[in-house]
């Protein structure tokens, strides 16, 4: 049981020498510079305005929210304890349990909660104009996600770095400890599928892309086989030596894609790509994990956090206007990247960069087991999930600094648009975007590319957006081409990462369940993206809002498991802490998945879609030779809506198990026991 | 030149370079009797580990 934290609160806060008017002046000034920006962004409609409003924005909702509302949870509501021996000092063994420098914890955290979810949400969403997204990045960041990774992870501490299934089993109940179960399984398998096709899409008819794609393999297993055999653990030394190799191949992949033999060998459709991307998945899943899943893993961490600091860099030194109108005419729900109105389409769209219910599997992972100080869960849980935000909204701007007209040409389906390239600027131009043919086939040359039409996913809008910012500030235009590919395979390579880690998840030592696992994770993912493949809207369009719900789904436990401890420790007059943004979610889920499946608009509802296909089946109205995979989109379709009503009823098990369980609480029905760890003093002095 | 050498430990420790060692003295300090793993052992050992769960984010 924890000790009444007296006089202590104070050793949380921020020592600092300067005198107090001084500081209260310097937060009421970036309080002004914040209100100032946002209210420049918010209010210029009518002219293109500059990424530094943006930026000055974000970094003043990030340090008025991080200075005083974690400051707030930390010492009002969770009594951040800094007396309080954690797991990692408790448990010491040199391995799991490591007391850790709280920066490399950051880091950690950091490296491992950032994924494309940030990159590719935003890109999407920014066909509504960067100012719904943005406001919802920063709202959503600094009231709920980094709230929830904090108090995920504060409570992770406090029970010896358990799980958030374990915990959601503990602390409310066996329900909803299997409803987190299923939870966590299906958005991993709904993930898998979207992320692999936006890879997908992005080296559909594109040899550079491909070729580089295909050489990081031999390059991750030769980083394997150094550090399996020649100088094991030796990770510095092989990850400079890979990144070497792997900028090589994006180079290099400009004389394959010049080369008639090598250019047959390495295009492919959309179909063929999946196709290998699933067997690889397979293969990568059953291959032992020196040779390439770690390797590649230390690579893309490199990579993508060297990428984000560049971006950082460039986005500061370049300054660049934004093109994208602060709201575009597809706030009324007929947009062509997704269907749908911004409430509710624009908060399960940014999932990740604003709340990311998959943080809270990090945050009850290994970081609880490497925090030294119970209040530097502040800065690692809270922090971090700012810094993940931020991401996000480089990511909204990099999809903006490109003529409006360019980016809808690259992210509208064909069967949208139409196939034509002529036809298709006719259409986007008609909607006030004005974009020609030899405008795309320029941006096609620049970039190394045969066509840049209709290429959704989002990675390659966000490619062209920071090859843009990127050779402007480094080696002029001849590099653009380096640069695109560049941000390609950094999209893919962690992409590539992420699928074959994930597809190994929840599997034992006995071999014959590692294949029987591994088949089943790689056919769950495999069968939404082929889905999404062959869905001649694109399949972004009827995944990434499954994904995005599926995500809330997880938040939705985490936030209900975290305000259960919060009334359990007898906090519950600060329950609304993570209460709101739960019930935020609930709302936004319930209305996006009650639209998905019932909207009479074919582009938005499930069922509305299949029983027009359907009716143009029973009509006659499909060819003899499209018959069989009408049928099959028919079928798809109504699959999704399942899906989709499954989660959400999930999320509503999860809110009313979790309401019964505050309701016996609350009224002293029920004691309210926590399952935390003893509370052994700290031996560990300073901070 | 100082800042450097900082910059290289921080790097060793970030990047996990210097766990083996760090297990080694760990090993010594409170588990004198226990024998030390080889740092092909342990690496491997490590990974199997690390990558049981999920271990990356969307």
Redesign the interface.
């Known amino acids: 049981m924890s000790i009444p934290a007296d006089g202590d609160l104070k050793v949380a806060a921020t020592a600092s020498r300067w005198p107090r008017l001084l500081r209260a002046a310097v937060w009421v000034a970036i309080s002004v510079a914040g209100a100032g920006a946002v209210a420049a962004i918010a209010l210029r409609r009518h002219e293109p305005i500059n990424a530094m409003w943006l930026i000055v924005a974000a970094a003043c909702v990030y340090l008025i929210g991080y200075r005083f509302y974690s400051r707030f949870i930390a010492l009002k509501v969770l009594e951040l304890d800094p007396r309080r021996a954690t797991p990692a000092e408790r448990l010491?063994?040199?391995?799991?349990f490591?007391p850790t420098?709280k920066?490399?914890v950051f880091?950690?955290h950091f490296a491992?909660?950032?994924?494309?979810?940030p990159l590719v949400g935003p890109t999407l969403a920014a066909q509504l104009g960067y100012l719904p997204g943005t406001l919802w990045i920063l709202v959503g960041a600094v009231l709920g996600g980094c709230v929830q990774d904090f108090v995920v992870l504060f409570a992770s501490i406090r029970r010896n770095g358990k799980?958030l299934g374990q915990m959601a089993r503990e602390e409310v109940g066996p329900v909803a400890g299997f409803t987190a179960l299923f939870a966590?399984t299906s958005i991993?398998i709904i993930?898998l599928a979207v992320?692999a096709l936006v890879v997908t899409n992005a080296l559909r008819g594109s040899p550079w892309g491909t070729f580089t794609l295909a050489m990081t393999i031999p390059i991750a297993m030769l980083m394997g086989i150094y550090?399996?055999f020649l100088r094991?653990?030796?990770?510095?030394e092989v990850?400079v030596l890979g990144f070497i190799l792997v900028m090589a191949a994006v180079i290099g992949g400009q004389y394959a894609a010049q080369s008639p033999l090598l250019a047959r060998w390495f295009t492919y459709d959309a179909r063929a790509l999946a196709l290998m991307i699933i067997a690889y998945g397979f293969a990568a899943s059953v291959l032992p994990?020196?040779l390439l899943?770690?390797p590649r893993?230390?690579l893309s961490t490199f990579v993508k956090l060297g990428v984000i600091f560049l971006l950082a860099l460039g986005i500061l030194a370049v300054r660049p206007t934004l093109h994208m109108p602060a709201i575009s005419r597809f706030i009324d729900g007929t947009g062509p990247v997704f269907a749908g109105t911004v409430f509710p389409f624009c908060f399960i769209t940014i999932?990740?960069g604003a709340v990311?219910g998959?943080?809270s599997?990090?945050s009850s992972?290994?970081t609880p087991k490497l925090i030294t100080r119970e209040t530097q869960a502040r800065m690692v849980g809270y922090g971090s999930m700012l810094l993940e935000s931020f991401v996000a909204i480089m990511a909204m701007v990099a999809a903006c600094v490109l003529q409006p007209g360019m980016y809808f040409a690259i992210n509208s389906p064909a069967a949208i648009v139409g196939a034509d390239p002529v036809g298709a600027t006719a259409v986007i131009s008609s909607w006030g975007y004005p974009v020609t043919a030899p405008d795309m086939e320029q941006l096609a040359r620049l970039v190394g590319e045969q066509s840049m039409f209709a290429r959704t996913g989002g990675a390659p809008s966000l490619a062209v957006g920071m090859a843009h910012i990127f050779s402007r500030t480094l080696g002029g235009g001849h590099f653009t081409a380096v640069w695109y590919h560049f941000a390609i395979m950094f999209e893919a390579l962690?992409i590539l990462?992420?699928l074959d880690?994930?597809s190994?998840?929840g599997?034992t030592a006995w071999y014959p369940s590692v294949l029987l696992t591994g088949v089943l994770i790689v056919a769950g993912w495999g069968y939404f993206l082929y889905q999404g493949v062959m869905d001649p809207l694109g399949g972004i369009n009827s995944l990434w809002p499954l994904?995005g719900i599926a995500?809330q789904l997880l938040a939705s436990v985490a936030l209900c498991v975290s305000t259960t401890i919060i009334i359990k420790m007898g906090k519950q007059r600060y329950a609304w802490v993570t209460m709101a943004p739960m019930l935020w979610l609930v709302i936004t889920t319930q209305t996006a998945s009650y639209l998905k499946i019932f909207s009479p608009n074919p582009r938005i509802g499930f069922v509305a879609e299949a029983e027009r296909l359907t009716g143009l089946l029973a009509a006659g109205q499909i060819p003899a030779d499209k018959i069989a995979a009408t049928q099959r989109l028919i079928f798809n379709n109504r699959l999704d809506a399942v899906v989709t009503a499954l989660f959400a009823g999930m999320v509503l098990v999860i809110l009313l198990d979790s309401a019964r369980h505050w309701y016996l609480l609350l009224s002293r029905r029920r004691a309210p026991v926590l399952c935390e760890a003893e509370f052994v003093p700290s031996a560990i002095a300073g901070d | 030149m100082k800042l450097l050498i900082k910059f290289w430990h921080v790097l060793r420790e970030a990047s996990g370079e210097g766990d083996y060692a760090r297990y080694c003295a760990h090993l010594r300090a409170h588990h004198p009797d226990r024998p030390l793993p080889s740092e092909k052992q342990f690496y491997l050992e490590r990974l199997k580990h690390k990558y049981a769960r999920v271990s990356r984010c969307c």
């Open positions: 010491d063994d040199g391995r799991d490591v420098n920066w490399i880091g950690h491992a909660i950032a994924g494309p979810g799980s966590i991993l993930m992320i550090l399996r094991p653990g030796k990770v510095l990850s994990v020196w899943l770690a893993d230390y999932a990740c990311s998959f943080h599997l990090i992972g290994t962690f990462t992420i880690a994930g190994r998840v599997r994904f995500n």
